[in-house]
């Protein structure tokens, strides 16, 4: 039995800014993912609700079961997490299993209007079951470790306090998402190509481009562990922050790959320019540890748009479209599209916070 006293007692202490942008956040990401692209409405040619009573699907994956569960897991544990600020233990849980349900059914719903989608009972019920997992994961940790618990005495020990903190983590959890698309560079975000006229590239050579890899990662990776040292108390905090965000990047940088590369290949991102661009981005990071925060700040904006702009002029390695192209990642077509928008649009945010930044720091 979950002790609901217990909960109160840790979660009504705290109302978290930071727990609101990542709840809305994440639910705008699910409905883009599930709706995109948004395009070709069209009348069904059946009621909208015949897939509920619908046989079970005739073909299916496992695969794609566990993600449907997975997915809906922040939903339950998020939505519970902002609402358990405002209502006791047991109606916060109601309250949120019922929106987690109703979100995951209006997305069905409207699905069954778009031809490229189809609405599914099974996709609701492993949606349902990730929900109750998530809100069941909020009333057990949820005042323990996150809202007044563990978490939140770590971020107010090693971070410093306000709502541009909480805009920075968002950032940085965002960015850790594009980590999810195994068809980017390491660390290589803003690739707007599509959107730009035809410009002259630069011709694809492996020593052009192995010295092009090591600098987009090297300038991408200090742009953002310059970040989190700007919020940051301490340099040791900071070392301590980049290095557990270098882990989570890595380490979701590999499942990207083995999902998506043809089977042996999830290590393919560990390249040579990838290799020596963490070390570059490491050696440059450390040196500036010791600016002031306000030339760490205009260091992180210049390195980020710096590695934005090698991404668009960057050429295309044709081993890892090989390696892609003959993968067989359609059940995981709209997690790419997902990442590739993130990805598209994260410097420019970046970019934006940290114009913020300078200006708070003057």
């Known amino acids: 039995m979950i002790d609901d006293t217990h909960i109160q007692e840790g979660l009504f202490a705290r109302r978290s800014r930071l727990v609101g942008y990542l709840t809305v956040t994440y639910l705008l990401l699910v409905v883009y993912t599930s709706l995109h692209p948004f395009s070709e409405w069209r009348a069904p040619a059946q009621e909208v609700r015949v897939f509920l009573t619908a046989p079970w699907p005739a073909y299916f994956t496992w695969t794609d079961l566990i993600l449907n569960v997975l997915a809906y897991v922040p939903v339950g544990l998020l939505l519970t997490l902002v609402l358990v600020a405002y209502l006791r233990g047991a109606a916060a849980a109601a309250l949120a299993s019922m929106l987690g349900i109703l979100m995951s059914l209006s997305i069905e719903i409207l699905q069954v209007f778009l031809p490229g989608r189809i609405p599914s009972n099974a996709d609701l019920l492993c949606n349902t079951i990730g929900t109750f997992a998530g809100v069941s994961l909020a009333l057990t940790i949820g005042g323990r470790d996150i809202l007044s618990g563990r978490l939140y005495r770590l971020r107010q ?206």
């Open 157 to 362: 020990r090693h971070f410093h306090p306000g709502t541009a903190v909480d805009i920075c983590f968002l950032l940085l959890a965002l960015w850790l998402a594009t980590q999810l698309n195994a068809d980017i560079r390491l660390f290589g975000n803003g690739d707007i190509r599509e959107l730009l006229p035809t410009l002259p590239g630069v011709g694809y050579t492996p020593r052009v481009y192995v010295l092009l890899e090591a600098v987009i990662t090297g300038l991408s990776f200090c742009g953002v562990a310059l970040m989190l040292t700007v919020i940051s108390r301490s340099i040791a905090g900071a070392m301590l922050s980049v290095l557990l965000l270098l882990i989570c990047a890595l380490a979701l940088k590999t499942l990207a790959a083995k999902l998506l590369f043809v089977a042996g290949a999830s290590t393919l991102w560990v390249a040579p320019g990838a290799m020596w661009g963490l070390l570059l981005g490491g050696v440059l990071w450390t040196v500036l540890l010791g600016l002031p925060k306000s030339l760490q700040v205009a260091s992180a904006t210049t390195f980020i748009a710096l590695g934005m702009a090698l991404v668009n002029a960057a050429p295309q390695n044709p081993y890892l479209d090989a390696a892609l192209r003959v993968s067989n990642y359609g059940h995981y077509i709209s997690l790419i599209e997902l990442t590739n928008v993130v990805s598209s649009v994260w410097p420019f945010a970046a970019i934006a916070f940290l114009t913020f930044m300078s200006f708070r720091l003057r």
